[in-house]
């Protein structure tokens, strides 16, 4: 295999007897919070050919739809042979936010038993709960010496963001081990009343939303002075993050003193660069959707080096089919081409 490997690092996994165990099936379907107004059931996909598990929030508005079959080795090796993908890097799309532990189990074991049988096409990214407890870590040591190269966070827990103390026992381990976390999207926070009658808004938007409220949350909390070691890539470009990184700056008056600062801030401009150089980095979630000039402006504002491959194959196949053709297509150096297509993921998860 050349140098120059490309690395998907968005590709979910879900485990392959979902539809068919019960207790995987229901460990599924009850751990998400249908107290709070989740509604999660089996149904068919619309021509009635397939299952799925499908998710909503608030019930009656679907914002998550697991499909049968969709997550086979075979499909995921021929999606990445067709789209020139080398290396895939698994996730469990989203449902890591509320899966318990003995679920988690099942999970990683499948993972890494497909990791296996992939004869180094896939690696896989840890689930467990967020909580440090010993039961957790010691989930995360044994997903260690079964091959995975990172973990995987939803990007905040109900009203939970990662700054919160909550997380502070897991990130400690994290950060003392050098292990580096992927930051999915949640569909818990994404439905406010403004996005809930547009699909699109609801699926697209309010994921943007919520990973860019998240990043923010991170730098402004400044947990990376006490976690320096952290290294979260967040999906959804962090929300838009090339596009709000100067306005959501620390901001200074340099031409006169102000009555007041109405934007005070506990991180002044030297410690939010620092987070972002070191710490934050980005998944171009599907690249071919955000369009040739958004993806040229991202690398010009936040770097080759901080942004990676990522398909959310087998949500669509055109993202999995066209993801490498579109960053090829930039106009940007072929160095900057190869970081982003997988020199960066290769660095950061040490593949």
């Keep these: 295999m050349s140098e120059n490997r490309v690395i998907d690092i968005n590709m979910h996994m879900l485990p392959t007897d979902l539809f068919t165990n019960e207790e995987v099936l229901n460990g599924f379907l009850y751990s998400a919070p249908l107290g709070f107004g ?12 397939k299952q799925q598990m499908i998710l909503e929030y608030p019930e009656g508005t679907q914002i998550l739809n697991y499909v049968e079959g969709d997550y086979t080795l075979e499909a995921k090796i021929g999606a990445m042979d067709e789209a020139g993908v080398d290396i895939a890097l698994l996730r469990m799309p989203v449902w890591q ?54 973990v995987q966070f939803a990007c905040c827990y109900g009203d939970r963001f990662l700054d919160d103390p909550l997380f502070k026992p897991y990130l400690k381990v994290l950060n003392d081990k050098k292990i580096p976390a992927v930051i999915h999207h949640t569909p818990g926070q994404n439905a406010y009343g403004n996005f809930d009658e547009y699909t699109v808004l609801r699926r697209e938007l309010g994921r943007i939303h919520v990973q860019a409220s998240a990043v923010g949350r991170e730098i402004y909390s400044g947990m990376f002075d006490e ?7 967040h999906t959804m470009m962090g929300g838009n993050w090339f596009g709000l990184q100067e306005i959501l700056a620390p901001h200074k008056s340099t031409k006169k003193k102000e009555a007041m600062n109405r934007l005070a801030t506990n991180v002044d401009r030297e410690a939010y660069d620092r987070y972002l150089a070191n710490n934050i ?20 504002t936040c770097g080759a080096d901080h942004l990676l491959l990522g398909s959310s194959f087998p949500v669509f196949y055109e993202w999995m089919a066209r993801s490498v053709e579109s960053i090829n297509a930039l106009e940007i150096s072929d160095e900057d081409k190869a970081l982003m297509l997988g020199g960066n993921a290769a660095k950061i998860f040490n593949i």
């Design 97 to 150: 936010e509320w899966l318990p532990l003995d679920i988690c189990k099942i999970v990683n074991d499948q993972a890494a038993e497909m990791c296996r049988q992939s004869e180094g096409r896939l690696r896989f990214n840890a689930v467990l709960p967020p909580y440090g407890r010993k039961e957790d870590i010691a989930e995360l040591e044994r997903c260690i010496d079964m091959g995975a190269v990172g």
């Design 281 to 300: 980095f980005f998944d171009l979630t599907h690249p071919m959707s955000w369009g040739k000039n958004v993806l040229e402006c991202a690398v010009k």
């Design 38 to 49: 989740m509604k999660a059931y089996l149904g068919k996909t619309p021509d009635g050919a």
């Design 227 to 233: 976690f320096p070691n952290l290294k979260f890539i």
